[in-house]
């Protein structure tokens, strides 16, 4: 008998891994409830080819947001492709105040966030990989008793797919799915690089308020994690709080000492702060951590600035109680 | 001090023209974001660390041809990271650009029964 059967399972696994590895599982993931759908998620449905903007208006308006679909085609929209690209409906989601947070490439971790009350923008290949018809849609449930997943999708309020093909679909789109997160919220299972990449996507959009909140509850949640408090520095960095950024950056380079970025921005602060000779060695670390990679240009041109502005026997360091990482 | 004046005005210039071409503002000179800090550990290519003024020009010029409102294009760009910047600035005319409904559904079930049909597999389109 189990001999019998071990060929099966084995023909079963190889036929679930279409091209992306690891394999998507075959079914409807049950470590969660057996059914469950987030019947309030709004629908707009979809204009000729703005499947991206209504998807998109979709997941913020669950998540708080007051924005139309005509209000999100003017900034996602790219009328020669007739279609939405994923890294605009992600700009996009930070333009209105939420972190985008990618989702791991796994059916779990889609059920994990209907779980916490929240829909999933995703993008899905309607076609063949050769032949690729894009299109968002919103995960809002599943049922596995009836082995279907639950999509806003395009003119349908409701549309439901067999699960296995609506996974396929988004396998055949690379997995991608991103969900809408207030600054703050961090998902119960989330990985802390994926969140920290959400965080410093607002962050590197501007919005310093929602980038502040994202790392205070980043901290809270992974204390040892040095871009955290990279992240925290630059926030306090740019609301000019020079010995909150210096203490934030000091915490990153102790967790992280070979980070040349870290290394970079301390040494900025300190020199803002006049404390010259301890600008100079952490700057000398940054330039050796970061010879020969990306980084040098910028941390040569960090050496010019603080240089230039370092005025000679006017320095009084206003850090000087601090002891800073070697 | 002429020197030095003479530097300072040097980098007050560079930065006033990289800020005029559009840079994405920085906090400061000095000082590396987030996004870029995680770009350069994780090695991507060089043109996502450094902020990219080829690349940010690259994809205003290519967002303004493929018919976005140029009063639209800053606010486009500024929401974006320099790695995604430079990864549009390579495949903006390729990456996914998702907008067709789920009418394709429709259609490749049809293009499947077509090829059936055609194959004599299955006999449902009647012919007279």
């Known amino acids: ?326 | 001090m002429p020197m030095q004046r003479f530097r300072r005005s040097c980098v007050m210039l560079v930065s006033a023209s990289l800020i005029s071409l559009g840079l994405q503002a920085p906090a400061a000179a000095g000082i590396v974001g987030t996004s870029d800090a995680i770009a350069a550990v994780q090695q991507q290519n060089d043109r996502a660390v450094v902020r990219d003024v080829l690349a940010r020009s690259d994809v205003r010029a290519r967002m303004i041809g493929m018919g976005v409102d140029p009063a639209e294009v800053e606010g486009r760009l500024a929401a974006l990271t320099d790695a995604e910047l430079a990864t549009l600035a390579d495949n903006i005319g390729q990456a996914p650009a998702g907008g067709d409904s789920a009418l394709a559904i429709i259609g490749i079930v049809f293009v499947v029964l077509l090829i059936l049909e055609l194959t004599g597999t299955i006999d449902i389109f009647k012919k007279t």
Not at chain 1, 11 to 29: K, M
Not at chain 1, 123 to 130: E, G
């Open chain 1, 1 to 326: 008998m189990i001999r019998a059967a071990l060929p099966t399972a084995a023909l079963l696994v190889g036929l679930a891994g279409c091209a992306a590895s690891p394999p998507l599982a075959r079914g409807i993931p049950l470590e969660l409830s057996r059914a469950l759908e987030l019947r309030d998620t709004p629908f707009f449905p979809q204009e000729d080819y703005q499947c991206g903007p209504a998807a998109l208006a979709t997941v913020l308006q669950a998540s708080g947001i007051a924005v139309e679909p005509t209000a999100l085609a003017p900034q996602v929209y790219l009328p020669k492709r007739r279609g939405s690209l994923q890294a605009e409906l992600i700009g996009a989601t930070r333009r209105h105040g939420r972190l985008a947070y990618q989702l791991p490439g796994t059916g779990q971790a889609l059920l994990a966030e209907l779980s916490e009350g929240r829909p999933v923008l995703l993008l899905q290949n309607l076609r063949v990989k050769a032949l690729p018809v894009w299109h968002y849609a919103v995960l809002v449930g599943y049922d596995a008793d009836r082995n279907v997943a639950v999509l806003r999708s395009g003119r349908h309020e409701r549309l439901e797919m067999r699960w296995q093909s609506f996974a396929r679909s988004w396998d055949r789109a690379g997995r991608w799915a991103i969900s809408a997160l207030a600054p703050g919220v961090i998902p119960a299972g989330a990985e802390a690089s994926r969140y920290l990449e959400a965080a410093a996507g607002v962050e590197a959009a501007g919005d310093r308020r929602a980038a502040t909140l994202a790392y205070d509850a980043a901290i809270a949640r992974w204390p040892e994690e040095p871009v955290a408090w990279l992240g925290r520095g630059n926030v306090a960095y740019g609301d000019r709080d020079l010995a909150a950024a210096a203490d934030a950056y000091a915490r990153a380079a102790t967790l992280a000492p070979d980070n040349a970025a870290v290394r970079n921005n301390l040494a900025q602060v300190l020199a803002e702060a006049g404390c010259m000779m301890e600008s100079r060695r952490q700057l000398e670390r940054a330039a050796a951590l970061g010879a020969g990679s990306a980084l040098a240009p910028v941390i040569e041109a960090t050496r010019a600035e603080i240089e230039a502005d370092a005025r000679p026997g006017a320095t009084q360091c206003v850090l000087a109680d601090r002891h800073w990482p070697d």
